[in-house]
């Protein structure tokens, strides 16, 4: 008897059932539909690209490039997502910290004659100090959202399309309207179009930044209370969370992300634009929405928002090669946005129904 309890116990805790457990966790139906989707696009680009160019090793690392970025600011918009937040005003905090960061860079690494015949005396500093610049204004404008929304009790939706209008018009006041001249190209030789084992360091960055966060989110204490914040603030409260200071944490948290995304924005283009990134806000709701998160909060998963960050990247870089006006680009991204917003709201009226 003992035999056959330890041998039943033994099968149920079997490596095999674990994987299959784990991968039902992380790979649930809905994620292997978005895979499919994904899959019948590469398919389609593929098929009507001139010569297959769409499927080729070049434009595949366009591609995973584009989404690095966009990646990045669509796992931490889906963490405030989940708590039944908002961020539209990624895009500008990207820009703003862009600017910052890479006029801090400029300035530091020599004198302004020496920056215009591209010497750069003092590189090892003025990257350094550019880099944690960027960061930090992007960690600044994230707090500033959420004392706004946490502590002052302002709707995130007003305060951040807020914040949107102000940190690229302070870009603006700094920059006189232009991008940043002069940025020292050993940082785009090194990091913008460096590579680690054949996969570019801006893709690096991406999938140790989504592994943290996916951690974060799944594994610790922390996404616990983020899940139970955006399933009902109150019952949250009750429970003993700190609703207002992990509010303030998460929007702080995306700021820092903006912030990463600026550095990473100035590497690979050589520049920090003013006129980029006006659409980011929305790519990195679509993506997270794609994925699955809920926009009422409490549901979301990282594996979704990872693979809906491709869709809209995979689109647009579909749409350029067969020669689509970039007008319809938006017009395709704004439908599956709708579409997605519309599907979770028909799951939720089934939940309720149930």
Request: glycine share 12%; proline share 4%; no cysteine.
């Amino acid at each position: 008897m003992n035999i056959g309890t330890h041998g039943s116990a033994s099968s149920e805790h079997s490596p095999a059932k674990q994987l299959r457990e784990l991968a039902a966790r992380f790979f649930k139906l809905e994620s292997a539909l978005l895979v499919a989707i994904l899959g019948a696009m590469i398919v389609i680009f593929t098929i009507l690209s001139p010569s297959g160019e769409f499927f080729s090793s070049g434009n595949i690392r366009s591609i995973a490039l584009d989404t690095s970025e966009i990646l990045v600011l669509s796992a931490g918009e889906m963490l405030i997502i989940v708590a039944a937040g908002l961020d539209l005003s990624i895009g500008s905090v990207v820009v703003f910290s862009s600017v910052v960061g890479a006029k801090t860079l400029v300035a530091l690494s020599g004198s302004p004659a020496q920056v215009a015949q591209f010497t750069y005396p003092h590189l090892a500093l003025g990257i350094t100090a550019g880099v944690a610049v960027a960061v930090l204004a992007g960690l600044g404008w994230g707090l500033v959202n959420g004392l706004l929304t946490a502590k002052w009790g302002v709707p995130p939706f007003i305060v951040t399309l807020g914040t949107l209008s102000v940190a690229v018009g302070l870009a603006q006041v700094i920059t006189g309207g232009l991008n940043v001249p002069n940025i020292p190209p050993a940082l785009q030789n090194s990091y913008g179009s460096g590579q680690l084992f054949g996969i570019p360091w801006l893709v690096w960055t991406a999938i140790i930044v989504v592994g943290i966060l996916w951690v974060l989110l799944e594994l610790t204490r922390y996404g616990l209370h983020t899940y139970a914040i955006g399933a009902s603030p109150e019952a949250a409260r009750r429970a003993g969370i700190n609703v207002r200071l992990h509010t303030i944490s998460l929007y702080g948290l995306m700021g820092l992300l903006a912030g990463i995304v600026g550095v990473m924005d100035v590497a690979r283009f050589d520049t920090a634009s003013i006129f980029a990134h006006t659409q980011d806000n929305l790519t990195a709701i679509t993506a997270a929405v794609i994925g699955g998160t809920s926009l009422f909060g409490g549901r979301g998963r990282m594996l979704g928002t990872v693979i809906g960050a491709f869709i809209p990247a995979t689109l647009r870089n579909g749409f350029v090669l067969i020669g689509v006006e970039p007008f319809w680009q938006n017009v395709a991204l704004g439908s599956v946005l709708i579409t997605a917003v519309y599907i979770d709201q028909m799951r939720r009226r089934r939940a309720r129904i149930a």
